[in-house]
C-alpha cells in the first residue's frame, strides 16, 4: 500500500468521493470494503457506495463542517484494515468473438497476441467482483492478466449489449444492461445480472467470484 493518503474530493454539497492510494489491486479493494462498513453508520451518512479502489459518501444533508467530515474519513481510511467478503463462486460460459465481441481483434491486435491467446489469458483467472456500478448490476471485476490491458475508447459507442464482456484499461467487466460504452467488447454471456423482480435485484455482488467458461471462439 503506497504511503500516499487518499485524494477526497466533494462532488457538490451531498457527497464526497475517496479515491485509494496504490495499486488497483484487491488487498485495497478489501480496505475501501473495511471503511464502507466503518462509515456507513456515521451520524448525517446516507450510504457509502463502494466503487473500484474508491469510495463515495452521500449526505442525508449537507454537512455543517465539511472540513472536519474530511480529516475523518481521511483518520478512518489511515486506521482501516480490509475486509475480506467471501461470496460465491459462479462459472459463466462466454461466447467470444462475433458480433458480440467485435473487439476481440482490435484487443488482440493492440496486445501483440493471438486471438486463442486473448480468450485464454481472458478466461483464465478466478475474477474478483470489485463493485457494482454504471448501471444497475454492471460488475467490475478484478485479477486480469496485465498483458491485457488496453486503453479505453477515445470514442464510446452509443450501445452495446447486455451481457457484454469487455475490457478498459487494466480492467474487464460484465454489461447487465444495453447501454453506451467506452470499453472493448472481446465476448457475450447469456448470463442475467439484474432484475427489479427479484428480492436482491442484482445477481452478483462485491467479494463473489466469476470464472469464465469459454463456449465458443468466433474468429
Same mark, same amino acid.
Given at each position: 500500500?503506497?504511503?500516499?493518503?487518499?485524494?477526497?474530493?466533494?462532488?457538490?454539497?451531498?457527497?464526497?468521493?475517496?479515491? %485509494?492510494?496504490?495499486?488497483?489491486?484487491?488487498?485495497?479493494?478489501?480496505?475501501?470494503?473495511?471503511? %464502507?462498513?466503518?462509515?456507513?453508520?456515521?451520524?448525517?451518512?446516507?450510504?457509502?457506495?463502494?466503487?473500484?479502489?474508491?469510495?463515495?459518501?452521500?449526505?442525508?444533508?449537507?454537512?455543517?463542517?465539511?472540513?472536519?467530515?474530511?480529516?475523518?474519513?481521511?483518520?478512518?481510511?489511515?486506521?482501516?484494515?480490509?475486509?475480506?467478503?467471501?461470496?460465491?463462486? #459462479?462459472?459463466?460460459?462466454?461466447?467470444?468473438?462475433?458480433?458480440?465481441?467485435?473487439?476481440?481483434?482490435?484487443?488482440?491486435?493492440?496486445?501483440?497476441?493471438?486471438?486463442?491467446? #486473448?480468450?485464454?489469458?481472458?478466461?483464465?483467472?478466478?475474477?474478483? #467482483?470489485?463493485?457494482?456500478?454504471?448501471?444497475?448490476?454492471?460488475?467490475?471485476?478484478?485479477?486480469?492478466?496485465?498483458?491485457?490491458?488496453?486503453?479505453?475508447?477515445?470514442?464510446?459507442?452509443?450501445?452495446?449489449?447486455?451481457?457484454?464482456?469487455?475490457?478498459?484499461?487494466?480492467?474487464?467487466?460484465?454489461? %447487465?444492461?444495453?447501454?453506451?460504452?467506452?470499453?472493448?467488447?472481446?465476448?457475450?454471456?447469456?448470463?442475467?445480472?439484474?432484475?427489479?423482480?427479484?428480492?436482491?435485484?442484482? %445477481?452478483?455482488?462485491?467479494?463473489?467470484?466469476?470464472?469464465?467458461?469459454?463456449?465458443? #471462439?468466433?474468429?
Amino acid at each position: 500500500m503506497s504511503s500516499a493518503g487518499p485524494c477526497i474530493s466533494l462532488l457538490g454539497t451531498t457527497a464526497v468521493l475517496l479515491e %485509494a492510494p496504490g495499486a488497483m489491486d484487491l488487498p485495497t479493494q478489501r480496505r475501501i470494503w473495511n471503511l %464502507a462498513a466503518l462509515i456507513s453508520g456515521w451520524p448525517g451518512v446516507r450510504e457509502a457506495i463502494p466503487g473500484v479502489t474508491n469510495l463515495m459518501v452521500t449526505f442525508i444533508s449537507p454537512p455543517s463542517a465539511i472540513d472536519t467530515f474530511v480529516d475523518a474519513l481521511r483518520d478512518a481510511w489511515d486506521e482501516a484494515g480490509e475486509t475480506e467478503l467471501v461470496g460465491r463462486e #459462479v462459472e459463466m460460459a462466454v461466447t467470444y468473438g462475433g458480433e458480440l465481441g467485435f473487439s476481440l481483434h482490435d484487443v488482440a491486435e493492440h496486445t501483440g497476441l493471438s486471438i486463442d491467446e #486473448v480468450v485464454a489469458r481472458h478466461a483464465a483467472p478466478l475474477y474478483v #467482483v470489485f463493485a457494482l456500478g454504471s448501471h444497475p448490476g454492471y460488475c467490475y471485476l478484478g485479477g486480469m492478466d496485465p498483458s491485457l490491458t488496453v486503453p479505453r475508447r477515445k470514442t464510446p459507442l452509443q450501445s452495446v449489449a447486455g451481457g457484454s464482456v469487455s475490457i478498459g484499461g487494466s480492467q474487464t467487466g460484465i454489461a %447487465a444492461s444495453p447501454g453506451p460504452s467506452g470499453w472493448h467488447t472481446i465476448g457475450h454471456t447469456r448470463w442475467t445480472f439484474f432484475d427489479p423482480s427479484w428480492p436482491i435485484p442484482a %445477481a452478483l455482488a462485491p467479494g463473489d467470484r466469476v470464472r469464465f467458461k469459454i463456449e465458443r #471462439v468466433i474468429r
